[in-house]
């Protein structure tokens, strides 16, 4: 799978000059095939894909 996330931004997250956005996170988070909530960092209950997750 693709983020769809230029290598720009993507770059300047990583470098702090910019926040991750809650669209960036989720858009990296399909790309890896994980549920976007898994990469929030918060602790809350989802279903994604049929699944539940607690995170």
């Known amino acids: 799978m693709r983020a769809h ?3 720009s931004l993507l770059s300047k ?3 702090g000059q910019r ?3 809650p669209e ?5 988070a399909r790309g890896l095939g994980l549920c976007p909530p898994i990469c929030w960092g918060s ?3 989802t279903s994604c894909g049929g699944i539940s ?3």
């Open 19 to 21: 926040p991750a956005s």
């Open 13 to 15: 997250v990583e470098c």
């Open 53 to 55: 997750w607690i995170c």
């Open 24 to 28: 960036l996170v989720a858009a990296c």
């Open 5 to 7: 996330v230029s290598k």
């Open 43 to 45: 602790p809350i209950s």
